[in-house]
């Protein structure tokens, strides 16, 4: 899962968490095949052999969470929300409101499509969630 692709995301930027998301989503290709991965997450082949050549390719959460879906013992859906939930038990213990939030990820997004994103209601790509997870990271890592 992504909370957990390095051992320190607070040490880490955000560019550089949303390459350790990519390559655990490339290890799931090159373990499955990117025509068997597209099959059964729905993600297009062309940018699922992106990421296995080790570029990036702008997914969003969901489609992430499919990609991995594919070789674990649950589903998408069942994974982003173990990922929201993990991201908002954050901010709850980094007393971190989704104001906030937006401003220290230097994305142009407000509050409320944060917390539009941590809802699922929003869709979010890798590059966002790696700004907001390491946001998070650093708060609690005080």
Same mark, same amino acid.
């Given at each position: 899962?992504?909370?957990?692709?390095?051992?320190?995301?607070?040490?880490?930027?955000?560019?550089?968490?949303?390459?350790?998301?990519?390559?655990?989503?490339?290890?799931?290709?090159?373990?499955?095949?990117?025509? #068997?991965?597209?099959?059964?997450?729905?993600?297009?082949?062309?940018?699922?052999? #992106?990421?296995?050549?080790?570029?990036?390719?702008?997914?969003?959460?969901?489609?992430?969470?499919?990609?991995?879906?594919?070789?674990?013992?649950? *589903?998408?859906?069942?994974?982003?929300?173990?990922?929201? *939930?993990?991201?908002l038990m954050g901010?709850?213990?980094?007393?971190?409101?989704?104001? #906030? =939030?937006?401003a220290e990820t230097?994305?142009?997004?407000?509050?409320?499509?944060?917390?539009?994103?941590?809802?699922?209601?929003?869709?979010?790509? =890798?590059?966002?969630?790696?700004?907001?997870?390491?946001?998070?990271?650093?708060?609690?890592?005080?």
């Amino acid at each position: 899962m992504f909370y957990d692709v390095v051992d320190d995301p607070a040490s880490h930027g955000a560019g550089e968490l949303r390459a350790a998301y990519e390559r655990a989503l490339a290890d799931v290709i090159d373990a499955h095949g990117a025509e #068997t991965v597209a099959a059964e997450s729905g993600v297009d082949a062309d940018r699922l052999e #992106t990421l296995a050549a080790g570029e990036s390719a702008e997914l969003s959460v969901e489609e992430a969470m499919a990609v991995l879906a594919v070789d674990a013992d649950l *589903d998408a859906e069942t994974m982003a929300l173990e990922l929201r *939930d993990r991201l908002l038990m954050g901010m709850t213990t980094g007393v971190l409101d989704v104001d #906030t =939030l937006a401003a220290e990820t230097d994305l142009d997004i407000s509050g409320q499509e944060v917390q539009q994103s941590l809802e699922g209601r929003r869709r979010t790509t =890798l590059a966002e969630l790696a700004a907001i997870h390491r946001v998070i990271a650093v708060r609690n890592d005080r």
